[in-house]
């Protein structure tokens, strides 16, 4: 539950930038362009749910998951990989013994013996593709 926070964490740890932040918007999820400020976003007052972040190859998605009754600050791990990796991976979990809570052909979670929740997805899209919430206009494009 706190995205600001995080961004100017991951900002100093690894060198981040924000590609765009998520929110509901007349029951509508959409993006907002990371180059907004957090006085922008409170002028309209929306409520940030979660922020993508990238530094090269390394991208962090922080999601504001509070309400859900989960503790710790982390819920899972997600990464992106090919088709082949994720392959590769589920290949060993299953083989591992791992208990799968997810599975399609694109993506699975899976919790490891130390209780981490990890995730694999094919490819990790930051595009903010979808529907975009103007901070100036207030307008869903």
């Known amino acids: 539950s706190r995205i600001e926070e995080a961004e100017e964490h991951y900002a100093d740890l690894f060198g981040t930038s ?3 932040r998520v929110a509901r918007h007349r029951g509508v999820w959409v993006t907002i362009d990371g180059e907004a400020t957090w006085e922008e976003i409170a002028r ?3 409520r940030i749910e979660g922020s993508m972040l990238r530094s090269g190859g390394l991208t962090i998605s922080v999601l504001d998951e ?3 009754g989960k503790t710790g600050a982390i819920n899972h791990v997600g990464i992106g990989a090919t088709d082949a990796e994720v392959r590769r991976v589920k290949e060993a979990a299953r083989k591992l013994g791992l208990r799968f809570l997810e599975d ?3 993506s699975f979670k899976i919790l490891d013996r130390f209780g981490v929740i990890w995730e ?3 490819g990790m899209d930051v595009t ?3 529907k975009r919430l103007d901070l ?3 307008e869903v494009t």
Do not use: H, M
């Open 44 to 46: 309209r007052a929306v």
């Open 104 to 106: 399609s052909l694109s």
């Open 120 to 122: 694999v997805s094919r």
């Open 18 to 20: 924000v590609v765009f």
């Open 136 to 138: 100036r206009t207030g």
């Open 66 to 68: 509070s309400g859900q």
């Open 128 to 130: 903010g593709a979808g």
